[in-house]
């Protein structure tokens, strides 16, 4: 799914729950699209945690940005991970090269290069997975997503 130009207002919506009711405080319907967005870019900013920008040269520095833009994902992600070096930002920067992505016939950089350098930088997958307690309510999502329903 590509979220660079995805509007996530028009995913927000207000939807009463199945009684019909929207609760003390009004209710919001989150579409899967929606939810799948937030997901993905969850995953990535987890993965990017990890990766100190600070210690990356130029080229492993886009070579995220090109792989964030090949995924779909926002700009913005980019640019907030970017941040994380004072020395170096420059805003806008981050804005003007990601329009750049795309545009020529190399070797096209992937969500596998930043699973990459998270890993040599001390991510494990391990890391991401949730353990369920004993008392944990799973609901119907969770559980078609672990594989786990019959």
């Known amino acids: 799914m590509m ?3 995805i509007n996530f207002e028009t995913y927000l919506k207000n939807y009463p729950d199945k009684e019909g009711f929207f609760g003390k405080y009004g209710g ?4 899967p699209e929606l939810k799948q967005a937030m997901m993905e870019i969850s995953e990535a900013r987890e993965l990017l945690r990890h990766i100190p920008c ?10 995220v940005g090109a792989a964030l833009h090949h995924e779909g994902l926002p700009c913005s992600l980019w640019d907030e991970w970017s941040a994380s070096d004072p020395y170096r930002y420059h805003p806008g920067e981050c ?21 990459h350098m998270a890993q040599e930088h001390g991510w494990s997958p391990i890391d991401s997975i949730h353990v369920y307690g004993w008392d944990d309510m799973i ?9 786990w329903h019959h």
Do not use: H, P
Not at 95 to 115: D, N
Not at 139 to 147: H, L
């Open 28 to 31: 919001c319907y989150v579409s």
């Open 139 to 147: 609901t119907a999502d969770e559980e078609k997503s672990t594989g």
């Open 3 to 5: 979220y660079n130009d």
């Open 95 to 115: 804005e003007k090269k990601w329009k750049t992505f795309g545009r020529y016939g190399g070797t096209e950089v992937t969500m596998g290069s930043i699973y």
């Open 54 to 63: 600070g210690q990356l040269n130029y080229q492993e520095w886009t070579n």
